[in-house]
């Protein structure tokens, strides 16, 4: 039987100064707190697939990112590298380009649904259905930068189909691997008084890696290929 591969790592936030680098993009010394910084936020509708990505904090964050932000990239890199490859056993691997930028913030969601998907499952997922187009055999990985649990957190099927889900604790200085693409994933409302804060990406073995593979991420356009959504490192 296929698991979820739920399967959680240490690492050191002063050798990957993750938390620091995005604490000081946003001015601010803790980052569940970061949604003081636009109060306005914290009455805003649902958030959908179309505008999940289109906040303030993820515009500053991607601003940063794709344009100076060397230090960033290179610990990414520099993270997949020392920590993820040798979790399979390899010195080279193909990855997303960049991670995601997460932010849950209260009374709200993380990653949202199409109109099509509504109840306290809005927005739930694999990320090989067809709205997502993800090929199979990519590995999830998340780096929390702040502490979450329950409804600020991630909510993941124990195991493909089944349809039973568990919250999954996030702690700082761990990151957690998930089997994202064969496994119904997504978020509630965060009925806490803080915002969660995290990193995500995916990786992708020599073995399951189709140069082929035609589908495109509806999000990015970018196509599931090295050069595109992947590099290899």
């Known amino acids: 039987m296929k698991t979820n591969d739920l399967t959680f790592y240490k690492y050191d936030t002063e050798e990957f100064k993750f938390i620091k680098m995005v604490s000081d993009l946003f001015k601010i010394e803790d980052l569940k707190s970061v949604h003081l910084k636009k109060p306005e936020y914290q009455s805003l509708e649902i958030f959908t697939n179309n505008n999940d990505d289109q906040t303030y904090f993820h515009k500053k964050f991607y601003n940063k990112l794709n344009g100076d932000w060397i230090e960033f990239i290179q610990t990414y890199q520099r993270f997949i590298k020392q920590k993820i490859c040798p979790i399979f056993g390899v010195k080279n691997i193909i990855y997303q380009t960049t991670p995601t930028f997460r932010i849950q913030l209260p009374n709200n969601i993380a990653v949202g649904g199409s109109t099509d998907s509504q109840g306290e499952k809005y927005g739930w997922h694999k990320d090989?259905?067809?709205?997502?187009?993800?090929?199979?055999?990519?590995?999830?990985?998340?780096?929390?930068?702040?502490?979450?649990?329950?409804?600020?957190?991630?909510?993941?099927?124990?195991?493909?189909?089944?349809?039973?889900?568990?919250?999954?604790?996030?702690?700082?200085?761990?990151?957690?691997?998930?089997?994202?693409?064969?496994?119904?994933?997504?978020?509630?409302?965060?009925?806490?008084?803080?915002?969660?804060?995290?990193?995500?990406?995916?990786?992708?073995?020599?073995?399951?890696?189709?140069?082929?593979?035609?589908?495109?991420?509806?999000?990015?356009?970018?196509?599931?290929?090295?050069?595109?959504?992947?590099?290899?490192?």
């Open 128 to 233: 090989s259905d067809p709205e997502y187009n993800h090929p199979l055999g990519e590995k999830n990985f998340i780096i929390p930068l702040t502490f979450a649990r329950d409804t600020a957190s991630l909510f993941l099927e124990t195991f493909p189909k089944s349809n039973k889900f568990n919250s999954v604790d996030m702690n700082v200085g761990e990151f957690f691997r998930f089997n994202g693409s064969e496994c119904i994933h997504g978020n509630k409302k965060n009925l806490t008084n803080h915002s969660r804060v995290s990193l995500d990406f995916r990786v992708i073995l020599d073995k399951d890696y189709n140069n082929n593979f035609v589908k495109e991420s509806k999000l990015s356009s970018k196509k599931f290929i090295i050069g595109e959504y992947y590099e290899k490192i």
